[in-house]
C-alpha cells in the first residue's frame, strides 16, 4: 500500500569529490561531495476526521453564567473605582475631612 515503501538516500558513486580535487588527508571524501547526496521522503499522509458537536446548556447552567459574568463586571468595575479615587485624592484633585470617612470604607 502507500507508506510501505522504505526510505531511499542516494549516496555518491565515487570516493572522488566532484571537480576531481584529491581525497582529505584522512584519505575520506571531502566536503565538496556532500552536493552529491539526494533524499527521496515518501510520506503516508491518511485522512483524520475530527467531529464537533455541542448539546445545549440546560437553564441552571445559563443562569451560573450570568452570575458569573454580572458578578465580574462588579467586581471589575469596584476595582476601577478605587484605582481613580486613590490616584484623585494623592493628586490632590479630592480634598478628604479629617472627620469624615472615605466611601469606601478605608
Not at 53 to 67: D, E, I, K, N, W
Request: net charge neutral; proline share 6%.
Amino acid at each position: 500500500g502507500v507508506g510501505s515503501q522504505p526510505h531511499k538516500v542516494a549516496q555518491p558513486t565515487g570516493t572522488e569529490p566532484a571537480g576531481g580535487a584529491a581525497a582529505g588527508p584522512t584519505g575520506g571524501q571531502t566536503t565538496a561531495a556532500a552536493k552529491d547526496v539526494a533524499i527521496d521522503l515518501s510520506y503516508d499522509l491518511s485522512p483524520t476526521v475530527n467531529t464537533i458537536s455541542q448539546t445545549p446548556a440546560g437553564l441552571l447552567h445559563y443562569l451560573v453564567r450570568m452570575c458569573a459574568v454580572v458578578g465580574g463586571v462588579l467586581s471589575v468595575t469596584r476595582m476601577a473605582d478605587k484605582l481613580v479615587h486613590g490616584l484623585m485624592v494623592s493628586s490632590g484633585a479630592v480634598v478628604m475631612d479629617s472627620g469624615s470617612k472615605s466611601r469606601h470604607g478605608s
